[in-house]
């Protein structure tokens, strides 16, 4: 994959991950992100069954909520303290 597709990709992503032309077990793990980033009381053994049948272990498995889990936890340590926002980051949307 060269930069400028790269970029489109990333992008997408960016975007809306379901438009985005990715792998089965990106899908899957992006779904998995999602839901445990919005919804986290919601989880259940099914997500951790999608995963394992995308092809992910138990190793990737842990690996996976942990950066989701600590993503989300920094994310709103930062928000709690108005942390500013890096150069060329789009501002959060109000709601």
């Not at 995963?51 to 138990?58: I, K, N, P, T, Y």
Request: net charge negative.
């Amino acid at each position: 994959m060269d930069a400028a597709q790269r970029e489109r990709l990333l992008a997408a992503v960016r975007d809306d991950w379901r438009g985005a032309a990715l792998a089965a077990e990106d899908v899957a793990l992006c779904a998995f992100g999602q839901k445990l980033t919005e919804s986290p009381g919601r989880m259940s053994a099914d997500d951790v069954a999608a995963l394992r049948a995308a092809g992910f272990d138990d190793g990737q498995i842990h690996d996976a909520l942990q950066v989701v889990a600590y993503f989300n936890y920094i994310n709103r340590v930062a928000d709690a303290v108005h942390v500013e926002l890096e150069p060329g980051m789009p501002p959060y949307p109000r709601g």
